[in-house]
């Protein structure tokens, strides 16, 4: 079992539904990051969380310590959030373990 | 700032030959990470440094070396390429990965493919 789970491995949705990613993870953590890779293939740092709740724009990230899981939400989706979204966490001596990621399509 | 400049964007091998991917950042970042992308998989992490003159081996480091002379420079070196070494290569820096509102950030990636 990896230590950090992804779900859906695959999404697609219709332009402007809500869309959520789910994270679980086994270990221990300082923190967690939501990553963004466009087909292009570059990799953007989206949030980092140690607790609570982030929002920027239209993505809001949430993470439950006590429950080792974090969710990433797309509110109004759209077309140019299609990308790979990966989660990745930092357990110990800022090194980062990623999920496999979860490839969302949203169709216009 | 350039922030992760990663050099080439694309090379192709022969089994058994060696090359260096480049990778600098002008953030003045004490961490540096070098990962592969399988297809499917999550990144792997190769190496990593933590400053200059550190570096620490990741979960694949075998057929690789690195080395991190200057804050600013984390070469990934490729002695003798095997064709399981195909793969997609990213450079990453940050700051810290555990410092609040810090972020990772990523060179543009590297295509390797050995033939």
């Known amino acids: 079992k990896n230590e950090v789970e992804q779900s859906p491995q695959n999404l697609t949705a219709q332009e402007g539904e809500f869309i959520t990613i789910n994270c679980s993870y086994s270990?221990?953590?300082?923190?967690l990051h939501w990553l963004q890779q466009h087909p292009g293939g570059g990799i953007v740092s989206l949030f980092m969380l140690s607790s609570g709740k982030k929002k920027h724009g239209r993505l809001i990230a949430t993470i439950n310590i006590q429950e080792k899981h974090s969710s990433l939400h797309i509110t109004a989706s759209h077309p140019r959030d299609s990308a790979v979204y990966i989660c990745?966490?930092?357990?110990?001596?800022?090194?980062?373990?990623f999920g496999a990621g979860t490839i969302l399509r949203v169709k216009s | 700032n350039a922030g992760v400049t990663q050099t080439p964007k694309f090379r192709i091998l022969k089994i058994g030959q060696s090359m260096t991917l480049q990778c600098t950042q002008d953030m003045n970042h004490n961490y540096m990470y070098w990962y592969r992308q399988d297809p499917g998989m999550g990144l792997k992490l190769i190496y990593y440094s933590v400053g200059a003159g550190i570096t620490d081996k990741g979960e694949v480091p075998n057929g690789y070396n690195v080395s991190r002379s200057t804050t600013e420079d984390f070469p990934l070196r490729l002695e003798l390429a095997a064709p399981s070494q195909t793969s997609v290569y990213f450079c990453a820096s940050s700051y810290s990965t555990e410092r609040p509102n810090e972020k990772l950030f990523f060179g543009s990636g590297t295509q390797l493919s050995v033939l």
């Open positions: 270990v221990g953590i300082s923190a």
């Open positions: 990745a966490v930092s357990s110990y001596g800022n090194k980062l373990v």
